[in-house]
Every structure is written in C-alpha cells, then in structure tokens.
C-alpha cells in the first residue's frame, strides 16, 4: 500500500479532492486526463466493479483498516493520502460520505448508436441542470428497467461528484452519453418513438395503452421549471402526462422521471 500521510490539504497530489473544480477535473483540454470523484465505499465498489479506473485515494486514517480497507487492497499501488478527521472535514460534505473519496478516470462515452444498439426503453435528459436530480434520474433508471440515457449538452454532467453520490453509484451501471442535434430525427434513425413529457392540449395519459405498445420508446424529459422546449414536444411522436390530483399540475422532474420508467417498463 502507498500510504501517504498529509498535514495540509495543500500537500501536492491531493489537489484533485480539494481544490480542482469540476471543469477542471473534466480537463476538456486533454480528455485522456479527466478525472472523477466518488464518494463513500459503497460507491466506488460499484464504481470499480463496473471497470472504471482508480488514480487515488483520500480517507480518514482510521478508515485505512475500516471501512476503505477492501477498495484499498482492490487498488493496488495507486497513492492513498490520509489525515485527521478534523484536518480532512474542511472538505465540504466530506464528513457526509463516511469518509473515504476516490479519483478516478473518466471512461470514454459510447457514440449514440452504440447506447441504443439492442435497447427498448431509453430515457433522454434534456437540459436538466440540478445534480441531484441527474442522480435521482439514473437511480431510477437503474432501478426501473432504462437500458440507457441519452442527455444534451446543457444538461448536468452525470460524473459530477454530486450526481455520482446522490445516484449511488447507478450512473456507472445504465449506459449513457451525449446526444446533439435533433434528438426526434436521430432516435427515429434507431428505430424509436419519442414520449414527451409536458403538458399540452395534445397529451395522452402515460397509462394509455398505445405508448406501452411502442417496441422501442425513449421517454424525454425537460429542465426543471420551463419543462421542454416547444419545438422538442411538437416534434416527439407522443406527448404524455402524468394524471394527478388535488390541481398539481406537475412533479419535479426526478419524481416524474421514476413513475414514467415504472409505467412504460418493458415486460421481463
């Protein structure tokens, strides 16, 4: 093992837990650097067993024979810094994730072909910004039959810190990557029909029989508060809401993404 012991959160190497940003991190410069950070021992054995790469460790020194025991013996010689409790809880939320944060590198995406290659259901996030609802998203997903997601490029990163904790490390089991232009003309090149969720004179119930019918449905999804955009609902094949009661008119986004998933899953 190649433990580390660190005085200061300034000690060189243990920069990438305190002080890079996340757009630092993503290094958009130079891809082959990027990095990640997760968070808690539960997360990064879902993490590591799902194949990502580790490039170092940071924990509290009693957590080396505890709790990060086992993911420091799984990976090898990469640099594990360690320090006091009180020193290592300056990081914010750090004393929140049992105390154990791991980097480790960003994998290359799949292309949008790739992520839809054999799937029936697919979820696309567009322009939904909070992490926390990114993370709620994918652990829904995950947990609700989603084959993959498919998000633009104004939504959240799914592999910032937030997302990756908040989802439970779901975001590295349920594929995903980055979809641009037309999003109805590039899912019909794979044989999708589109589900858009929003409110109009055109909407159908989400239990109508005819989207359960759909072989292959990606449900979209839109940024919190202004929903989707109107030329992505005029140009989605369906239109689905969610009935509800009491004069709601809508969920948050995470909540309405989970009940679309159950009811439009497809048979095991």
């Known amino acids: ?33 990027a990095l990640f950070i997760a968070e808690s021992p539960k997360v990064i054995n879902v993490a590591l067993n799902a ?4 490039t170092a460790i940071l924990c509290e020194q009693r957590h080396i024979s ?4 086992d993911i420091i013996n799984r990976c090898h010689d990469i640099p594990v810094y360690t320090g006091s409790r009180e020193l290592l809880s300056r990081l914010t939320g750090y004393t929140l994730t049992r105390g154990v944060l791991c980097a480790m590198r960003r994998p290359q995406l799949p292309s949008v ?14 322009s939904v ?24 490029r104004q939504s959240c990163d799914p592999l910032n810190r937030r997302s990756v904790r908040v989802s439970m490390g779901t975001v590295f089991l349920v594929p ?22 929003a409110l109009t004179d055109r909407s159908i119930p989400i239990d109508h029989p005819t989207l359960a019918a759909q072989d292959k449905l990606a449900i979209i999804l839109g940024t919190e508060g202004d929903g989707l955009a109107r030329e992505v609902i005029s140009a989605a094949d369906f239109t689905a809401r969610i009935p509800m009661a009491h004069g709601v008119d809508s969920l948050n986004v995470a909540a309405a993404a989970a009940v679309a998933f159950w009811q439009l899953r497809t048979n095991p």
């Open 1 to 33: 093992m190649n433990i580390i012991e660190i005085q200061s959160l300034a000690h060189p190497g243990v920069e990438i837990f305190a002080s890079l940003t996340e757009a630092q991190l993503r290094n958009a410069l130079h891809p082959d650097q």
């Open 51 to 54: 194949g990502y790469s580790p």
């Open 66 to 69: 505890g709790d990060a025991a």
């Open 113 to 126: 072909e790739q992520v839809c290659t054999n799937a029936r259901r697919i979820a696309v996030i567009d």
């Open 129 to 152: 910004v909070d992490t926390t609802n990114i993370g709620a998203i994918f652990r829904s997903a995950a947990a609700l039959g989603i084959d993959a997601v498919l998000l633009t």
């Open 176 to 197: 995903w990557t980055w979809i641009d232009g037309d999003i109805t003309a590039t899912l019909h090149q794979y044989g999708f029909s589109t589900a858009a969720m």
